[in-house]
């Protein structure tokens, strides 16, 4: 097993050497053989993600997709360097790093690849923004390596996850960490097959644009802290729906899952489980308005999910 430090700019990798990457960090990371150690990377690998800027996430890698095809690249038309990338207000759009030609297209060339696709939605964690790029280069087995793929030192890196998380909020999520790379399963588990929902990061990603880092009943919270409530239950319908979804704390998603926690459609404010109601921090909640604007499709839900509540409140 090897820890591996991977770096995913976003959902389209791209730059001037070839066509991109769909990349969804949370979910898979694509790569091929033009890629320095291509051939390294396995399943039960552990994976690192982040942007260059900020730590988006670990995992351990579930399957590893392999297929032979035809990619494009391109290259700079004076000196077949690929180190450009497109300019947003200049023109010609393209200008060379290697040789500062500019010019408006790029030549184009096509190669057999070998095309891997690695799956890991199974045991994301979440942990974007608690170690900045400066701190992830210098985890990494060589610090001054410029690599999408270079080898993490494992140890270090958990290291200076629990000192971030001091004082973050994320109390103890450091600790989860070590269980990624566990090749023991205690309490008696068993390995089982886990039916990840396609979609869930970008979904997620979706209604963070929306609303920003805020729990739609507490307010303002922690990126880590926050996850993708749907309001129409995903298992059987399968469909990400922006117009009815929420991001909610993670504890008052499974609240409001488990029918302890609801919105009051006509007044548009939470109620709590009366047997919440003596509990600090949940309380304080009761009453207040739901911190999102009132849309149809959201009242119409919210309006059988709190007939639900008040049935299990009664009995």
């Known amino acids: 097993m090897t820890e591996w430090l991977i770096l995913a700019a976003g959902d389209k990798r791209v730059h001037g050497g070839n066509s991109g990457y769909d990349d969804i960090p949370a979910e898979h990371y694509s790569w091929d053989s033009t890629v320095p150690r291509h051939a390294l990377v396995k399943p039960g690998d552990v994976v690192v993600l982040w942007n260059k800027l900020v730590l988006l996430g670990a995992s351990r890698i579930d399957s590893i997709d392999v297929e032979e ?28 790093n290697m040789c500062f030609h500019e010019f408006d297209n790029p030549n184009e060339t096509r190669k057999r690849v070998t095309a891997y696709r690695s799956s890991h939605a199974g045991g994301w964690l979440d942990l974007q923004g608690l170690l900045t790029g400066s701190v992830l280069r210098s985890v ?21 996850l629990e000192q971030a998380s001091v004082g973050s909020g994320i109390q103890k999520l450091a600790a989860t960490v070590p269980d990624i790379v566990s090749d023991e399963l205690p309490g008696g588990f068993k390995e089982g097959t886990v039916r990840a929902r396609v979609g869930q990061a970008a979904f997620r990603a979706k209604l963070l644009s929306i609303y920003g880092e805020n729990c739609a009943v507490s307010g303002p919270s922690i990126h880590a802290s926050l996850e993708a ?7 059987k319908h399968g469909l990400h729906d922006f117009n009815a979804g929420l991001l909610l704390r993670r504890d008052l998603h499974s609240l409001f899952d488990r029918k302890l926690l609801s919105i009051n459609p006509p007044s548009w404010r939470v109620e709590m489980s009366p047997h919440l109601l003596h509990i600090q921090g949940y309380v304080e909640l009761q009453g207040e308005d739901l911190r999102v604007p009132k849309k149809p499709k959201i009242q119409a839900i919210m309006a ?8 299990a409140v009664l009995y």
């Open 69 to 96: 095809r035809s990619n494009v690249y391109f290259h700079c038309p004076r000196c077949a360097g690929q180190t450009f990338k497109a300019r947003s207000t200049l023109t010609p759009k393209w200008r060379c």
């Open 229 to 235: 409530a749907h309001l129409m239950q995903y298992s």
């Open 304 to 311: 059988l999910h709190y007939k639900e509540f008040r049935e």
């Open 140 to 160: 990494s087995m060589n610090p001054k390596e410029q690599l999408s793929l270079r080898y993490l030192d494992w140890e270090k890196f958990v290291d200076a």
